[in-house]
């Protein structure tokens, strides 16, 4: 088998499950009680904070653990909006192409009586900060603008989108689940207010995550129940998630330019080879984009067939529509950049990472190649394309 799926989830570390392996079985304690068996669970909890804040580049005291990062975007857009509310702030900004969890969250605020812009994000995946500057109004609470987008791989510019934040006086957050471990990232040095981030993302467990919100952000707590996280995050906490994400994260930082050095140059031959697929186009800016991610539509295939030939054949891969989940619509990223319905429809996302080898690159593309041929073959629609009925989208 071979995995090119790693933006869907990664193989959890070897390291990271030794270290998770006591929490699971001798060192069973409830971090809030009070007697030494349960103290020690609550340092080895605080130790995994103290470790994981400083691969962010902040205090322990501004980390708050969740249960991944669906709910640490929840938690920062509405303690941002709220806090906004309350000083009839009611303007939020994000992007066409952010994470469901973040869109639905945004959706939902709408209901409630919030204003939403969200901005163009081009041709090439990647948001202007003067746009963001230019939609920021005096009502304006939250600018929310993802690190790296999940699906086409491409990265935002952060720093100045926070500096215009900053100097217009409106919070700033993140949605870096796709960017943590992969690339380096520095919260204080880059301004960013609130940041999510998911440990399975970079090879750490599921189920736990992180919100990291800077000294003076007043957060609100979405689950009620106990004092745990100093109040904002109620019920017993994941102790061997907690530790096998820190150990993770660590990993994954120490080897960031390694790896990334590494899975960059695998990525570029992958480009290479699928773009000599005629009449498909790489999907994202081909250089301001994620180590580890390739993103293609092909003319005259459905992206739920390719992947499926793919499977047969031993590759994971993954495509933008979200037919799996019900829904035959297109994905609303490469809508956002762009891409027309019909080719929307044809993509195909393969996200590798530092454990894929060059046999395997050579093996994804002898198979895309061959497979988007049969699936063409077959397709009425690339009859169509060919006859010229129908107007072709991209170059051969
Ligand atoms: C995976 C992902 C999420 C959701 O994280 P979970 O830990 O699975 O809830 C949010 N945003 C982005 C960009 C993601 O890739």
């Not at 509310?85 to 869109?103: D, P, Y």
């Not at 499926?308 to 993954?318: E, F, H, N, P």
Request: net charge negative; proline share 3%.
């Amino acid at each position: 088998m071979i995995y090119a799926d790693n933006a869907a989830t990664t193989a959890l570390s070897s390291n990271a499950l030794q270290a998770m392996l006591p929490f699971l079985t001798d060192v069973y304690a409830n971090p809030s009680s009070l007697y030494s068996f349960g103290q020690k669970a609550k340092e080895e909890m605080e130790s995994a904070r103290e470790r994981i804040a400083r691969c962010l580049g902040c205090d322990a005291r501004e980390i708050y653990f969740t249960s991944g990062g669906s709910e640490a975007d929840n938690q920062a857009i509405l303690s941002c909006a709220h806090a906004g509310e309350r000083m009839n702030k009611k303007h939020i900004i994000s992007t066409a192409f952010e994470h469901h969890a973040v869109l639905h969250t945004l959706d939902q605020l709408k209901k409630e009586g919030f204003e939403i812009t969200l901005l163009d994000v081009h041709n090439n995946g990647i948001v202007n900060p003067e746009q963001v500057g230019k939609a920021i109004r005096d009502d304006t609470c939250l600018v929310t603008v993802m690190y790296a987008n999940n699906e086409i791989g491409t990265i935002q510019p952060i720093k100045e989108i926070a500096e215009i934040c900053h100097a217009r006086n409106v919070c700033f957050h993140t949605d870096a689940v796709q960017a943590i471990g992969h690339l380096p990232v520095s919260v204080k040095s880059e301004g960013i207010d609130l940041l999510s981030l998911s440990a399975h993302k970079f090879h750490g467990p599921k189920g736990i995550g992180v919100l990291y919100a800077r000294r003076g952000i007043p957060i609100e707590s979405l689950i009620r129940g106990g004092a745990q996280e100093r109040g904002k995050r109620a019920g017993t906490e994941n102790l061997a998630g907690i530790v096998g994400m820190a150990v993770a994260l660590e990993e994954a930082c120490d080897g960031i330019s390694g790896n990334m050095q590494k899975v960059t140059a695998l990525r570029n031959r992958l480009i290479d080879g699928l773009s000599q697929i005629p009449y498909g186009e790489l999907n994202g800016d081909p250089k301001q984009r994620l180590p580890g991610n390739v993103n293609f539509c092909f003319e005259g295939i459905e992206g739920e067939a390719l992947l499926l030939l793919l499977d047969d054949k031993g590759i994971c891969a993954s495509s933008g529509s979200a037919c799996t989940s019900g829904s035959l619509d297109p994905s609303h990223v490469l809508l956002a950049i762009g891409r027309p319905h019909e080719v929307a429809h044809g993509s195909l996302r393969l996200t590798i990472d530092e454990h894929t080898t060059s046999e395997e690159i050579e093996t994804i593309i002898q198979a895309v190649k061959e497979t988007v041929e049969t699936l063409r073959g077959m397709s009425p629609f690339w009859r169509d394309l060919m006859t010229g009925k129908r107007k072709h989208v991209f170059k051969a």
